[in-house]
Each structure stands twice: as structure tokens, then as C-alpha cells.
């Protein structure tokens, strides 16, 4: 089972990322899932979850209305598209997948808003 981030990067303050996590080992469509990040000094966090079945979403209040997730089932990846950054999302940011008592991470990527 691997999940596989990549797009994080420095950006400024405003600016725009599009995270992608890159599934394999297991049944992508079946899963929740989800993007989480975790700033230093803080726990880790819920920023975006999307059903598995309904493909439904929930977003932190921190974040709504500026990160969109989506899933392309086809493609076995899930992608966090995240508008009008600020310094406070600053963070490692990590992906989830959830099957009832599965549950995997990804390894993280940073994002960095900053002038």
C-alpha cells in the first residue's frame, strides 16, 4: 500500500497549489478519503475529507470556500486545490485513506506561504 503526495511547495501569501496523492496497493474507490496537515509545534489536523460512495465533501471552517477536493477514481488519486493562501496554511500536508478499520497516510508534503 503506498500513498504518494507531491505538489507542495514556497508560495506566496494569495497564491495558488494543487496537491495530488497517488494511490496503489489497494481498492482507491472504495475508500474515504482525506487531507490532513500538521504545522510545527500544532497536532495534526482535518483540512478535507471526500466520501467514498457519495462522493460528498466537508472542509475545516479554516479553510472553506478557498481548498476544493476532489477524486479521480480513474486515476487512483485524490487532489487538493488550494486558492488565496495564507501564512497560517502553512504546514506538512498529508493524505489519508479510510475503509472501516483501514487506514493508511501518506508520507506528507510541505506547503510554505510566505512573502
Known amino acids: 500500500v503506498q500513498l504518494v503526495e507531491s505538489g507542495g511547495g514556497l508560495v506566496q501569501p494569495g497564491g495558488s497549489l494543487r496537491l495530488s496523492c497517488a494511490a496503489s496497493g489497494f481498492t482507491f474507490s472504495t475508500y474515504t478519503m482525506s487531507w490532513y496537515r500538521q504545522a510545527p509545534g500544532k497536532e495534526r489536523e482535518s483540512v478535507a475529507t471526500?466520501?467514498?460512495?457519495?462522493?460528498?465533501?466537508n472542509y475545516a471552517d479554516s479553510v472553506k470556500g478557498r481548498f476544493t477536493i476532489s477524486r479521480d477514481n480513474a486515476k487512483d488519486t485524490v487532489y487538493l486545490q488550494m486558492d488565496n493562501l495564507k501564512p497560517e496554511d502553512t504546514a506538512v500536508y498529508y493524505c489519508r485513506a479510510d475503509l472501516f478499520f483501514n487506514r493508511y497516510w501518506g508520507q506528507g508534503t510541505q506547503v510554505t506561504v510566505s512573502s
Open positions: 471526500i466520501n467514498r460512495i457519495s462522493g460528498s465533501t
